[in-house]
């Protein structure tokens, strides 16, 4: 396996690639430790839906990708993959602006399941939602 | 009351907004009926994540955003707005290419929540995932 | 791979130990096809809340019940084994007497994951809530 | 408003009449503090299912009933009334036997919408399984 650094790196690395959904949405790692994440999302006009507030949608794609990348920092990249299972998120207070970060955590990890969590915070430090996801761990074929 | 068609061409027009979150993402309306939609994304690199395949937000926030156009047809938009408590979304299979669609259809509407659930189907028509929404609605100030 | 007629008949067997917890809360199989399941239990006065309601455990209960019994009509009962990895639950709307059914279906099995959702049914045929659950499928050691 | 011991006692109180649903399972409510709650649920053969675990739906019975009970605790119960809009539980670890417990918290109270999560463990303080649930908050009728 892989040495602590070498994963943290990999996980920032490939999250940074400018072609993917990460960027769409500008996203961005701003720490890892074992099991857990911190992202930040700054936001824009580009996430609001038609009333002014940050869609659900981006909220659930900063929510996912947190609790993804909390789960990295516990696996063997070169030989482990994840998909996603399942989400569930709950909305607590609209968001207009300002930087979104989101505090992902692994609150479970077995042989083939990883469970795992999120906090997403507005820039006050309010708690605006807070989500749980399931993934499945599966060697790389 | 508006009329439905009236209902139903606000929606297609805020939707169709193109500073909106729904242009970011490339999401469009392509049918409405009384308590359903019909929503397409057609899938770019940019939905990608860095394993090749469509991140599990992109298909959160399409699922999010049929359920609450299926919901706009029953409601009275000039007078109520919707916000979403809660979501929760399995996903069934990868995506990596072809036109994502997703069909949305409230399943009861109160007072004051309204439950709606949304199929993704991919270019194949293969369902690649499902989700469950809570919204609140509420009267606007 | 036993015949479909062995598999009906060990689940309906197995759910209908006197000792196990479809018999704490009155729950039985009433029909069983590929994929499907209806399940019903008669509300006692047992099953309520202090406010007079069908408790939301009792519901959770008979919903994945139902979807354990839909996805065990797939299953290879000799070899394989489920266990629950997460469950959803939306109420919409109170029950407090006559009975429950509850309609399990499958949506989708694979290798080591199934997906199934319950509809419950009050006497009147109203739906009072709609479930998600999550199944791991283990070889049997 | 009741003070907070009243309302403390009636929680209890309600929660131990020996007719309902908490009688049946054997829940009961060990400890209360505002937004927040401690139950327990002493495993017996009842609870189990046929595999010999105990199912998932009294693990979600108890986790439901540990949510409401925290949310109780700042509610007006002389006024308002709680149903349960939906619960999302995690099941992260098989119990056969031993005592559950159950920390209930509230993590949001608006004015018609509150949002808590329960953590339940086994006897040796092992996180079993973790539970959201949604309510709605009514004026009495």
């Given amino acids: 396996m892989e040495d602590r650094e070498s994963r943290y790196e990999r996980i920032v690395r490939l999250r940074s690639d400018p072609s993917t959904y990460y960027a769409l949405l500008g996203m961005r790692v701003e720490g890892l430790e074992e099991g857990k994440s911190r ?11 038609a009333g002014g507030v940050v869609h659900g949608g981006a909220l659930a794609s900063l929510a996912d990708a ?7 920092t516990l696996m063997d990249l070169e030989r482990e993959g994840m998909i996603t ?53 599966q060697p790389r074929s």
Same sequence: chains 1, 2, 3, 4.
């Fill in 39 to 49: 992202l930040v999302l700054p936001v824009e006009k580009k996430h609001l839906n």
């Fill in 85 to 137: 299972v399942e989400m569930k998120i709950n909305y607590l207070a609209p968001v207009r602006d300002g930087q979104l970060s989101a505090e992902g955590k692994v609150i479970q990890k077995g042989r083939s399941i990883a469970v795992g969590e999120s906090c997403l915070y507005d820039s006050s430090g309010k708690l605006v939602a807070k989500a749980t996801a399931t993934f499945m761990i």
């Fill in 66 to 72: 947190s609790i993804a990348a909390a789960l990295a």
